[in-house]
């Protein structure tokens, strides 16, 4: 099981707006700041089982996921996966898939799949 997630952004400005846009359609909050890194997790700090997400940066180095990099984000409802591709797009990501029915994943697999300003590929699904 994971505990969290890390990976780098060249303006950390820049990643926080996006990601709080984008993770509150999750029930995700910003949990902390420092001036190299931020964190996101569940609003209620009690909760289990869900990734804390960090986003770091270090004086001019961009730490890339490198190509491949895809992270899948489980929305609580298709409402969710619209808000978060909305809020991506408003918020300098770039639409790789807008949201919709994937039926080659399954049945009911709804999900949207955008690039983050640092050029991360993310998806947010409800099956």
Do not use: C
Not at 3 to 25: C, E, K, M, W
Not at 88 to 104: C, K, Q, T, V
């Amino acid at each position: 099981m994971l505990g969290h997630i890390s990976f780098g952004v060249r303006d950390l400005n820049r990643a926080q707006a996006f990601y709080d846009a984008t993770l509150a359609p999750f029930g995700w909050v910003r949990r902390w700041r420092t001036e190299r890194g931020v964190g996101y997790g569940p609003s209620d700090p009690a909760a289990r089982g869900e990734i804390a997400l960090f986003l770091k940066t270090e004086a001019g180095v961009q730490l890339a996921a490198g190509p491949g990099f895809h992270l899948a984000l489980i929305a609580p409802s298709r409402a969710a996966v619209d808000a978060f591709h909305s809020a991506a797009i408003a918020n300098g990501g770039n639409d790789e898939g807008g949201p919709g029915l994937r039926p080659h994943y399954g049945e009911t697999y709804y999900a949207a799949f955008v690039l983050d300003p640092d050029g991360h590929k993310l998806e947010a699904k409800v099956e």
